[in-house]
T-cell receptor, first 114, second 112 residues
Framework: KAGVTQTPRYLIKTRGQQVTLSCSPI?????VSWYQQTPGQGLQFLFE???????NKGNFPGRFSGRQFSNSRSEMNVSTLELGDSALYLC?????????????FGSGTRLTVV | DAKTTQPPSMDCAEGRAANLPCNHS???????VYWYRQIHSQGPQYIIH???NNETNEMASLIITEDRKSSTLILPHATLRDTAVYYC?????????????FGTGTRLQVTL
């Protein structure tokens, strides 16, 4: 079966711009989570959506937002980009809560802010 | 979620067993131990999880001590493709415990 698909794979943006990243979960998976990975902070949880509702949120500023559509596809948006937002953004999906079979991660979108 | 402590790096010869330790001395009774790994330039991959009994699947075995304060992930016959960063994560199974809290992990280098 198809895995978690994230688009685009690479992105270069300028400070102050905004960006939207997309994630298509595995078919049938209703939970989609987003993570940010940087060399300094490692992997950090951003938020999780389940059935179009945000179920959990990490400790990130309001510039980071997301949403989930009825087909479970998810987008995350970062407004007013800062240099420190340069990171690998990872999306993960699971049937419900990742308890029994874990989360399946995509390969990520590498965002560079210049 | 309980904090975990892992050695920053380990080496293993190809074909030998790789034993990756993890300390989680503050784990609570309803928290599970999960292991993920991240191969360079890829997203993390789920390996295995357990509560208090030893677990085995096609990828690895998980040994949890009786007091549950530590665990060991065992890759029985390591290959070069097992070179990755391995993360030990402790999380509960309550409805809102949907996030994974990653530490710094153990960088496993498998060599010929």
């Amino acid at each position: 079966k198809a895995g978690v698909t994230q688009t685009p794979r690479y992105l270069i943006k300028t400070r102050g711009q905004q960006v939207t990243l997309s994630c298509s979960p595995i078919s049938g998976h209703r939970s989609v989570s987003w993570y940010q990975q940087t060399p300094g902070q490692g992997l950090q949880f951003l938020f999780e959506y389940f059935s179009e509702t945000q179920r959990n949120k990490g400790n990130f500023p309001g510039r980071f937002s997301g949403r989930q559509f009825s087909n479970s596809r998810s987008e995350m948006n970062v407004s007013t980009l800062e240099l420190g937002d340069s990171a690998l953004y990872l999306c993960a999906s699971s049937l419900q809560d990742g308890f029994n079979y874990g989360y399946t991660f995509g390969s990520g979108t590498r965002l560079t802010v210049v | 979620d309980a904090k975990t402590t892992q050695p920053p790096s380990m080496d293993c010869a190809e074909g030998r067993a790789a034993n990756l330790p993890c300390n989680h001395s503050t784990i609570s009774g309803n928290e599970y131990v999960y292991w993920y790994r991240q191969i360079h330039s890829q997203g993390p991959q789920y390996i295995i999880h357990g509560l208090k009994n030893n677990e085995t699947n096609e990828m690895a075995s998980l040994i949890i001590t009786e007091d549950r304060k530590s665990s060991t992930l065992i890759l029985p016959h390591a290959t070069l493709r097992d070179t990755a960063v391995y993360y030990c994560i402790v999380r509960g199974h309550t409805g809102t415990a949907s996030k994974l809290t990653f530490g710094t992990g153990t960088r496993l280098q498998v060599t010929l």
